[in-house]
């Protein structure tokens, strides 16, 4: 069984200011890793993905994210927040033969200009 | 190339009445997701199809609903009788099995039943 714990419901981060949204996995196998970014009544857009590789994972927007085995976390981070990454993230799990994603229940970002 | 494309958009209707929501995947994707999003339960997978055969239908709510992929490039969802219980924002996603893990999200159909 595969499951995502996303820390923090609502984040709010000041407009130039660092932006860090966490994501917790567990897997019993090699997971694939994704976050989507939904803007408000759109539908959910692919931010980046982990499959395999290099463990530093770079997604449009100037968003990336970091695969960790030894934590088991999938940590989103942009260094400095635009008022347009206003949305709601969501941070996914599946794995090889696995076409299903399991969600975690998202973050909801909020830029203070 | 064009996205995941929904149709309607938009959807009012009143209870009891039967709403067929459509999709066209991504052309060469395989596979083929129905999801729910709302306040109260975020975002649920309905069904998914491999190959336009229903893989996992395990989400689908109840006998009210219904879904079917005739062929590749196009899956609809029905809800007959629909109820206010129902209003949510459904969306398609495809994705291309066995090659690039992802999938790829609709625009959503926002479904209120009055």
């Known amino acids: 069984a595969q499951s995502v714990t996303q820390l923090g419901s609502h984040v709010s981060v000041s407009e130039g200011a660092l932006v860090l949204l966490r994501c917790n996995y567990s897997s019993s196998v090699p997971p694939y890793l994704f976050w989507y970014v939904q803007y408000p009544n759109q539908g959910l857009q692919l931010l980046l993905k982990y499959t395999t590789g290099a463990t530093l994972v770079k997604g449009i927007n100037g968003f990336e994210a970091e695969f960790k085995k030894s934590e088991t976390s999938f940590h989103l981070t942009k260094p400095s927040a635009h008022m347009s990454d206003a949305a709601e993230y969501f941070c996914a799990v599946s794995n090889f033969g696995n076409e299903k994603l399991t969600f975690g229940t998202g973050t909801r970002l909020t830029i203070i200009p | ?114």
Not at chain 2, 66 to 72: E, F, L, Q, R
Request: proline share 8%; with cysteine; charged share 20%.
């Open chain 2, 1 to 114: 190339d064009a996205g995941v494309i929904q149709s309607p958009r938009h959807e009012v209707t009143e209870m009891g009445q039967e709403v067929t929501l459509r999709c066209k995947p991504i052309s060469g994707h395989n596979s083929l997701f129905w999801y729910r999003q709302t306040m109260m339960r975020g975002l649920e997978l309905l069904i998914y199809f491999n190959n336009n055969v229903p893989i996992d239908d395990s989400g689908m709510p109840e006998d009210r609903f219904s879904a079917k992929m005739p062929n590749a490039s196009f899956s609809t969802l029905k809800i007959q009788p629909s109820e206010p219980r129902d209003s949510a924002v459904y969306f398609c996603a495809s994705s291309s099995s066995g090659t690039i893990p992802g999938q790829y999200f609709g625009p959503g159909t926002r479904l209120t039943v009055t």
